[in-house]
């Protein structure tokens, strides 16, 4: 089981991986949008904010979160580590339902360039 501490870095890796993104995977984390990352073995939720190209990370809480994101993450502290660093592929994680998305059907568009 990934800890609290290895989810955050997790998020703070994937927040530089897309600093440095380029062409349409830029263009879709060019989103400002509030943002929450549910990790449900762990029954915590981090909070934020992907503004400028990055995820922004203001908070973390115990269990879920209090207000609906406007993008919202559920996994297994392990599935995002695991994401992160290239060894789970997030298509197959949520279309086997292992990672939930959940966003308007705008941003899910927008979104779908990072796959």
Known sequence: MATIEECRAALEKLSENMGSAEGDVREATSLDRSVSCRITDLDVTFVGRMTGGRIVVQD??????REKA???????????????????NFAKAW???RVKLEAGLRDLFQLRKLL
């Open 70 to 88: 406007q993008i919202r993450l559920t996994m297994t502290g392990e599935d995002l580590v695991a994401l992160v660093h290239g060894e789970l």
């Open 95 to 97: 279309g086997s339902g």
């Open 60 to 65: 973390t809480l115990q269990g879920p979160p």
